[in-house]
């Protein structure tokens, strides 16, 4: 078991940043495929980044890419999302969440969340 907290949502205006971090504990994340996935009230909870177990490899949803870079340092027990150039449609819960499964871009495929921290970006 892998046990996630996310941190450092927070509101900004439309063209700041944001860097979101995520503390794992327990079952060493090593083991997992890491992602982010955001979510606003009536939507599916959609993919954002995703970065496999090395570190070597990242995958991102086209609207993020060039913006948004996910990283990730299993000897600390942390994965980050540093968002640039923020847009009011980038506005969200985001969503830290391991991975056993195969697709590193589907929701199905990741076994851990966490509670999700508040991103708000004003125009």
């Known amino acids: 078991q892998v046990q996630l907290v996310e941190s450092g949502g927070g509101l900004v205006q439309a063209g700041g940043s944001l860097r979101l971090s995520c503390a794992a504990s327990?079952?060493?994340?090593?083991?997992?495929?890491m992602g982010w996935f955001r979510q606003t009230p009536g939507k599916e909870r959609e993919f954002v980044a995703g970065i496999h177990r090395s570190g070597g490899t990242t995958r991102y949803a086209d609207s993020v890419k060039d913006r948004f870079t996910i990283s990730r340092d299993n000897a600390k027990s942390t994965v980050n999302l540093q968002m640039n150039s923020l847009q009011p449609e980038d506005t969200a819960v985001y969503y830290c969440a391991a991975s056993s499964g195969l697709f590193i871009n589907r929701v199905d495929s990741y076994t851990y969340w966490g509670q999700g921290t508040q991103v708000t970006v004003s125009s």
């Open positions: 327990g079952r060493s994340i090593s083991n997992y495929i």
